[in-house]
């Protein structure tokens, strides 16, 4: 019996294997895209990435691979099982997009400058809680869905140097 997919599924794959379909491009039908406002630090910037993603594993099983492990059977913890694409834009970019994201009603989150002065979950969520959607100083969105519509909500934003 031959199967067909866009990618290949682990139930397919043997053990420790590789399938003829390992050497196939693999090309998504999503897109996970960050998009970061260009006036923050460096260290901000991967700050503001880390925390934009976390939960989209636990809330999107599905952009989560299999666990990974070396040569000698040491276990790692599994990652995204695709890219994720790094923007950056000025805060009005930023704000196109958060309107774009929501009007699509696209999976999202949100990172605002008050959660630089925070150092809790529970305080972060009252701080976003506080704002409302139109006023939020957004410094970092995330977005998750088809591919072309992660597109237009990022238009006008260019890939991180």
């Known amino acids: 019996m031959q199967r067909t997919y866009k990618t290949v599924w682990w139930a397919d794959r043997q053990p420790g294997g590789m399938t003829a379909a390992d050497d ?7 897109k996970i895209a960050v998009l970061l406002r260009d006036d923050l630090e ?4 991967l700050n503001v990435t880390a925390f934009l993603v976390s939960g ?15 040569a000698e059977d ?17 805060k009005e970019t930023l704000v196109t997009a958060h309107g774009r994201a929501l009007s699509r ?7 605002t400058s008050d959660l630089f002065a925070t150092g809790n979950d ?3 969520r009252a701080a976003v809680r506080a704002v409302p959607s ?3 100083d957004l410094v970092g969105l995330a977005v998750y869905g088809p591919r072309n519509a992660v597109d237009r909500v990022l238009k006008g934003a260019r890939m991180h140097p």
């Open 56 to 70: 989209l594993g636990t809330e999107f099983p599905e952009v989560i691979g299999e666990p990974y492990a070396d």
């Open 24 to 30: 196939a491009p693999v090309r998504f039908d999503t």
């Open 122 to 124: 529970r305080d972060n």
């Open 105 to 111: 009603g696209l999976p999202r989150s949100v990172f």
């Open 134 to 136: 139109g006023q939020l």
């Open 74 to 90: 040491t276990v790692y913890l599994p990652m995204f099982r695709q890219p994720v694409l790094v923007f950056q834009g000025s």
């Open 42 to 45: 460096t260290w901000q910037r």
